[in-house]
């Protein structure tokens, strides 16, 4: 992906973008990767309604993790989802321990 003016002049990739070996890939993409991951390492056998709360977990933690300052209204504004549902996931993933600890 390159990013650039209508003058065909190069422009720095805007901050909300992130680039790894899979590629470069925008905000939007980024969420809907981290889903995606989720459910590939779920359970085969798990319901679609288990689907569903698995990739909205994994959404909301990659907007915890990206923005851990974001209120939890404003992240579940994002993630189109509950502030509840952020602060969930925020509490988990304050008790999960370091690994460098």
């Known amino acids: 992906m390159s990013v650039g003016r209508i003058d065909g002049v190069p422009a720095p990739r805007p901050d ?3 680039k790894s070996d899979e590629g470069t890939f925008c905000l939007g993409c980024s969420r809907a990767l981290a889903g995606e991951v989720a459910i590939d390492s779920a359970s085969p056998d798990c319901s679609s309604e288990e689907r569903v709360r698995i990739r909205r977990s994994a959404v909301i933690e990659f907007e915890v993790r990206r923005c851990p300052d974001s209120a939890d209204r ?12 952020v602060k969930a996931v925020r509490q988990r993933l304050e008790q999960e321990p370091v690994p460098w600890r």
Do not use: L, P
């Open 16 to 18: 909300t973008w992130t």
């Open 74 to 85: 404003k992240i579940a504004q994002s993630c189109r989802t509950s502030a509840s549902a």
